[in-house]
């Protein structure tokens, strides 16, 4: 009886120092969670701060970027040409896609098709093989490209504006004061740009 005895009073103990110990791991739990919680928020602010700045910034950059509209495509015929060599007889089979402003201009091009289309066969048959294997050379059949369906809707080109697009599709050789020429005579341009869809050369 002195052993039970001994053994109640001792039970009642163990069971306090149980209680204890699991509010404490509750309230260090608590504060881990609580401190990590705002660690993470400070994070994520820091990291939005260094990409945008301020949050209002972004949204003004998207609404911008968005209010100027996408371009329209206008897909020309293939094209196969024979080339100016004179060694052999060699021929030139290229996709154009146009890249114009909207679809108002798109539609006008359309009604240029036929001179368009006779003008870029003309320039490409004054070129060699040579002329159209690098990249380079394709560069400078896309800005002259871009002349031609402008003089074929009567756009005036000027001579210096067509020396200087020629001298914008040679990446290397251009020279500063030519570019910012060609810049200015691209905005007066129907076609922004010229899209190769295929290229081949036999």
């Not at 699991?22 to 608590?30: M, R, S």
């Not at 402008?150 to 030519?178: L, N, R, S, T």
């Amino acid at each position: 009886m002195s052993t039970a005895a001994a053994a109640a009073a001792d039970a009642p103990p163990p069971a306090k120092g149980k209680k204890k110990l699991i509010i404490i791991i509750a309230a260090v739990l608590l504060v881990v969670l609580l401190g990590g919680g705002a660690a993470l928020m400070l994070m994520k602010k820091k990291s939005a701060d260094a990409e945008g700045g301020d949050g209002d910034a972004a949204p003004a950059k998207a609404e911008k970027h968005e209010s100027k509209g996408a371009p329209a495509f206008v897909p020309l015929d293939s094209f196969t040409v024979n080339l100016a060599d004179k060694q052999a007889d060699r021929y030139a089979q290229i996709g154009i896609t146009l890249e114009v402003e909207d679809e108002k201009v798109a539609e006008e091009i359309k009604k240029y098709m036929p001179a368009i289309r006779n003008n870029i066969l003309l320039a490409i048959s004054e070129r060699t093989a040579a002329d159209l294997l690098d990249r380079e050379g394709k560069n400078k059949l896309a800005a002259t490209i871009r002349l031609e369906t402008a003089k074929a809707m009567g756009f005036d080109v000027p001579a210096e504006a067509a020396a200087d697009e020629g001298a914008a599709g040679d990446e290397e050789g251009a020279k500063k004061p030519k570019k910012k020429k060609a810049k200015k005579a691209e905005a007066e341009l129907p076609v922004r740009a010229v899209q190769f869809s295929n290229f081949i050369i036999q």
